[in-house]
């Protein structure tokens, strides 16, 4: 079923872009080269219009209502409902420590370092 309703919207898209580009608009649009000038002559120029602007409206509207039919319907659920960290809040970890360098043996003295003497 899931199948179909994806097939059947596929259909309703491309009918809705073919639909949409053999509306005239005021610079020719592309109507002229999918026939829409023999369309015209056929039911006349404003009945075509009407036409091709009610066929618009139908496929769009079946297009919204069949995307929300799959999408509330068909499409599979997780059970799994992930969480925001914004709604999970504040963590209660410790605030991360600095390692010290180690002690030296508390028989030895630690040795200090000086600096090389320059030569001049």
Known sequence: MFI??????VLISVLLILV?????????????????????????VRRTSDFLTRGTQLLAAAFGILALVINLFF??????????ILQRGPESRPA??????????SGEAPQQQTPPAENK
């Open 96 to 105: 991360p420590t600095m390692q010290l360098p180690a002690a030296p043996p």
């Open 75 to 84: 499409l599979p659920r997780s059970a799994v409902v992930p969480h925001s």
């Open 4 to 9: 179909l309703l994806i097939v059947v919207e």
């Open 20 to 44: 949409v580009l053999m509306q005239s608009s005021k610079g020719g649009g592309l109507a002229g080269t999918f026939g829409g000038a023999s369309v015209g002559m056929v039911f006349g």
